[in-house]
């Protein structure tokens, strides 16, 4: 029912970007949860037009990128798609400001230590023994805890006051691996973006197993830049940006059947890529009331057997992740983007697909059925 009174728990870009779905379908929502106001860049690729109200702090799209593999360069070029950025915390926060001047959403900062459920109503216990205990639904859209075993991708980087062109950077660097000089460096690459005609994003990467402390991270920014002659770094940093991603299996905080966002299931988990799953997780909110739950969001059969093939070799063999990600940027661009994207049929591809597929299929069968009924 629309007077239904909904708790989400966490003001992440999941947590914000729900509520204010939900305040403008007319519900009720306690936000719960601290304002995050830590730096975030959100990279994805797009085939369609970008909704509101992530549209208004997109930072860049571009129709092309490149790749780097010991000085090997790739360039990708994408015919019915773009590589767009958008920034998260100028989202966050704008969310926060809309969402503070709407009576329908209640708002609080304190954190969330405790979650349960009555017959009735949730309940959750805040920071100093405070309870709200008036919902009649919760969205738990907290970070999940890894799992044993799950694998990560770690990241670290610098917001730089330079210009693109004085490093050389025409456009979006998804990946530059560097020579290898040893098997623990051989995995770390590179992510570099134009932000603007004075700032640039440097960060560096790795897909492991185990998480890596800052400096390593500082290290191999620092031998990238001077590489590309811009040697004196720390007279030109305006930001730092980090996180960590759970790449495979995850644990709730709370548990599954509230759990939306990352531990929900949004993050792809041979990418690390989260705000398209985010997305696609709001634009079930319509079923919420038939279902009576969130509904269970889930990639492709298709993805998720070539996410565990991907993360078999994270897991055992992660010195090879470097030649993987080389055969991915020698392939086409389209085909790089479907594996990505979860979109493995192009738009173009339909009339083949079903004319050339399907339809001979179709027509297989009739014969054969035909066959079949004349020897009967």
């Known amino acids: 029912p629309i007077d239904t009174n909904i708790g989400v728990v966490g003001a992440g870009v999941s947590g914000l970007l729900l509520t204010n779905e939900l305040i403008q379908r007319g519900y009720k929502v306690q936000l719960i949860g601290p304002k995050d106001h830590k730096n975030q860049l959100l990279g994805t690729w797009r085939s369609t037009l970008t909704p509101e109200p ?5 930072v860049g799209s571009w129709k092309a990128w490149d790749f780097c593999f010991a000085g090997q360069a790739f360039s990708h ?20 400001e809309t969402l503070d001047s709407d009576a329908n959403c209640t708002r ?17 216990t805040l920071e100093g023994n405070e309870a709200i205990d008036s919902l009649d639904f919760l969205v738990d859209t907290r970070p999940p805890e890894r799992a044993a075993g799950c694998c990560i991708q770690q990241f670290f980087g610098f917001y730089l006051e330079v210009s693109p062109l004085e490093i050389n950077l025409k456009r979006p660097l998804i990946m530059d691996y560097p020579p290898a000089t040893d098997q623990l460096n051989e995995s770390v690459f590179i992510y570099a973006l134009p932000i603007s005609e004075k700032k640039v994003l440097i960060e560096a990467t790795i897909f492991d197993v185990e998480p890596r402390d800052q400096d390593y ?4 920014i620092e031998q990238w830049l001077r590489g590309r002659k811009k040697e004196d770094l720390l007279s030109s940093v305006l930001e730092k940006e980090g996180g960590l991603l759970p790449m495979g299996e995850t644990v709730p905080r709370f548990r599954i059947a509230n759990s939306f966002g990352t531990a929900g299931g949004g993050t792809r988990p041979s990418t690390g890529y989260t705000l398209l799953g985010i997305e696609q997780q709001i634009s079930r909110v319509n ?22 093939k991907f993360l078999n070799v994270l897991r055992n063999e992660p010195h090879n992740m470097r030649q993987i990600f080389h055969k991915m940027a020698e392939i086409k661009s389209n085909v790089f983007w479907h594996g990505l994207s979860n979109q493995f049929i192009h738009p173009e591809w339909h009339g083949f697909v079903f004319y050339d597929l399907i339809f001979p299929l179709f027509l297989f069968l009739l014969i054969h059925l035909i066959l079949q009924y004349k020897n009967i």
């Open 54 to 58: 992530q549209r208004d702090y997109v």
């Open 77 to 96: 070029v994408g015919s019915h798609y773009r590589y767009e950025v958008i920034d998260g915390k100028a989202m966050r926060l704008g969310l926060e």
């Open 108 to 124: 609080h900062f304190e954190q969330v230590v405790g979650i349960s459920q009555t017959d009735l109503k949730y309940i959750a």
């Open 217 to 220: 991270f500082v290290y191999h």
């Open 287 to 308: 079923s919420w009331t038939v279902s009576k739950g969130i509904p269970k969001f889930e990639y492709s059969r298709l993805a998720k057997f070539m996410d565990a």
